[in-house]
């Protein structure tokens, strides 16, 4: 997978991201333990999906590990978590990210059309709500938002580990917002996903209270512009290490929806006619038919041939 990188700095942050493939951008950003192979993984399937997909090198590295190494440097990256919140805290971050999307809709050989997607696992999955505010963010995807890593206190483990006023940007903002977690993760607990849906929600007239529904295994909860998912059991890393196949079917989709081309607008020639490539693929399978059966009622036509006795 052949990759490009950049250094962005703003408010006295630098961080190197590393960039992969072309097409729409989607900011991706790492678990705890760094780029694990599983999160490379996962970088390599969106850029296949057709999407340009940028990782931010957090640690300062972009070695990839294997989650057993992830694992024996756990109490590294704590103590690596603890100093990127300390010094100015999640908000800080976040002003990076958020200089980070405008150059990436800048940068000329992306298409930016419609946006940039962000999206943040474990200890950033609550840095990528501050995203939501800004206009040129597509879509923000939060799986199991997990920092501040405090879950025994009763008083952090609903906490965002945003300012006040960046969650009320946030909360004001359109942006649609999904958020992923394993149903009994003791990492990300109900209090931290009833705050986001206090929070984040948006205004649905049809469904006020919101509305729960079933897709497979999962419990998908929609209000208005967000969308929550439960997948059952007490794993971890949704979309990584602990990869629940339908969680990830389900956020390609939401991507797709919100990244890539619109579909057509209703009334149109297309949505009235269908898509023209299926057209034209029924068009030259229904030629390939007639071919078919005009060539058996019709005498084979002989190749005419010049003096040399040559076709």
């Known amino acids: 997978m052949s990759q490009r990188t950049r250094s962005v700095a703003h408010d006295g942050r630098r961080f190197e991201v590393v960039s ?14 760094g780029v694990s192979t599983a999160f490379h993984e996962l970088a390599c399937m969106l ?12 640690y300062g590295d972009s070695e990839v590990r294997s989650t057993l190494g992830g694992a024996v440097k756990a109490w590294s990256c704590l103590r690596r978590e603890m100093a990127l919140f300390s010094a ?26 419609r946006g940039v997607a962000v999206i943040g696992m474990c200890m950033t999955g609550g840095i990528v709500l501050g995203t939501l ?20 206190s009763p008083t952090t483990s609903a906490d965002l580990g945003l ?20 149903r009994n993760d003791p990492l990300c607990g109900d209090g931290r996903f009833d705050h986001i849906r206090t929070r984040l929600k948006s205004t649905d007239e049809e469904h006020p209270l919101g509305e729960w529904q079933r897709r497979g295994h999962l419990r998908v909860f929609t209000h208005g512009r967000l969308t929550t ?7 971890h890393s949704v979309l990584t290490s602990d990869r629940d196949p339908e969680a990830l079917a389900l956020t ?20 009235r006619w269908g898509n023209p490539l299926l057209l034209g693929a029924a ?22 041939r010049t003096d040399d006795g040559n076709a």
């Open 20 to 33: 992969y493939g072309e097409g729409p951008p989607v900011v991706l950003l790492h678990e705890l333990h």
């Open 163 to 182: 300012s006040d006023e960046t969650l009320e940007a946030a909360e004001e903002s359109d942006t649609p917002l999904l958020c992923l977690r394993y």
């Open 47 to 58: 850029q296949l999906q057709g999407y340009s997909v940028h990782v931010p090198l957090l």
């Open 229 to 235: 998912v439960e997948v059952p059991g007490s794993r």
């Open 88 to 113: 100015g805290g999640p908000d800080k971050l976040t002003n990076w990210l958020n200089a980070l999307i405008a150059e990436l809709v800048a940068d000329p050989e992306l298409d930016a059309s």
């Open 283 to 304: 068009a030259a399978l229904a030629g390939w038919a007639v071919g078919r059966w005009l060539g058996a009622r019709t005498p084979p036509v002989r190749p005419s």
């Open 252 to 271: 390609v989709e939401w991507l797709a929806k919100h990244l890539l081309d619109p579909g057509p607008e209703p009334g149109s020639d297309v949505a």
């Open 133 to 152: 505010a800004n206009e040129s963010t597509a879509t923000v995807i939060s799986s199991q938002p997990s920092s501040p890593m405090r879950p025994w």
